[in-house]
């Protein structure tokens, strides 16, 4: 599963060839979340309240490059690293 980002224990991947709808996987410690790319509900899964403000922080700075990377994983390519919350 390739990581694309990585900020304040957080780690967002993506995995290759996944089931719509376009989402990203988030890790925080013990918790994992799958997180939709459009709306930025959590699809499966839950993450701490203050990990989920930074990930949606996060993801709605960058919604063309998750949902080019969303597509570069379904086409089974190398997906590009998204910059960090800083």
């Known amino acids: ?5 990585r900020f304040f224990g957080i780690i967002i ?3 290759f060839n996944d089931h719509p ?8 410690g013990n918790h994992k979340a799958l997180v939709a790319i459009d709306s930025l ?3 499966r899964g839950s993450l701490p309240p203050r990990a989920l403000g930074l990930v949606v922080e996060w993801a709605s700075s960058h919604p063309a490059e998750l949902l080019e990377d969303w597509q570069l994983a379904c086409d089974q390519a190398p ?3 998204i910059a960090p919350l800083e």
Not at 1 to 5: L, R
């Open 41 to 43: 509900t959590i699809l």
């Open 13 to 15: 991947t993506m995995y």
């Open 1 to 5: 599963m390739p990581e694309i980002s």
């Open 21 to 28: 709808p376009p989402h990203f996987h988030a890790r925080y």
């Open 79 to 81: 997906l590009k690293k």
